[in-house]
């Protein structure tokens, strides 16, 4: 995949994920049960892509390395948790609170591949990122500095981090198969979500299957499939600035899908997003650094 198809997948991903927000409002599973029956599809079908592909037989497994069953795991592991963390952040602050502290993944991701040697970071990249920043706390609704919010806060930028590190595994770990690091991927948070099984409600609405299909198989395990292949090509510096696309993008869908109203200041908080987007696009590709700097194998 080249720099410049890995930048059309990772825009096309983030519109799938931009999809979910309303279709999520608009199912009755709460948050562990959804996650568990999102992941689940989404690990079954990777199943059935390794077994079509023979990399899940008997053979295949005794051959996997240490090294490849660490990566599978550790990224599975950073999933899990950053979905879990994102869902907490949500219910113990609120959706405003959860955006802006996952909000938070983007410069996380950026100053984390910088240090790792993963990308470079210009002037201009940081003014696009503070854009990006600004544009996103315009985009969410106003919320007040109490105990609740703070610590609904804190967990949203704790989301965020765990967000920010699978990427950055998926590039330092890149040699490993993408379809073992993708099937580790579903697996091992699906693992993490059946943990926390006994808060689940299965509160089930026949109607609810058209969507939990659209948000398992479409959005969970083809576009977070997706994203795994672009972000193992785009430097994190990239991904960063595409990340804070998310938000106006599911803002938008929501006022198509659901009549939701958008406030003016959300107009100029996308405006924010969308400029910085394209300033840090063009600033990567001049400079001719979209692409990832994978580490040599050793």
Known sequence: MTP??????????TLVFSSAPACIRAVSLDTVSLGIVRLGM?????????????KLTLAELRSWSVHTWKVMFLVGLAFG????????????????????GFSTYGIQLLLL???????????????GLALAIMGTILLAPEFSWDNQHTQG?????????????VPLLHQRH?????HLRTWGQFVVSLLVFVCLCPYAKWDFRSSDIPLLLYLGLFVAWLGHGLWIRVTTVLSTTTLSILTYLYLPSSLAISFLTLGERLAPQMLVGTAFVLAANAIVLWNQAKSRALEAQLPEPT
Do not use: E, N, P, Y
């Open 4 to 13: 410049q198809q890995a930048l059309l997948g990772a825009l096309l991903a």
């Open 113 to 127: 591949g910088w240090l790792l040697g993963l990308s470079r970071v210009t002037r201009l990249d940081l003014i």
């Open 42 to 54: 989404a690990s079954a079908a990777m199943t059935c892509v390794l077994i079509v592909q023979r």
């Open 174 to 178: 890149s040699k490993v198969d993408v």
């Open 81 to 100: 948790i950053h979905w879990v963390l994102f869902f907490l952040s949500i219910k113990v602050g609120g959706a405003a609170v959860g955006a802006i």
């Open 153 to 165: 806060l804190v967990i949203g930028i704790a989301s965020g981090f765990f967000a920010a590190c």
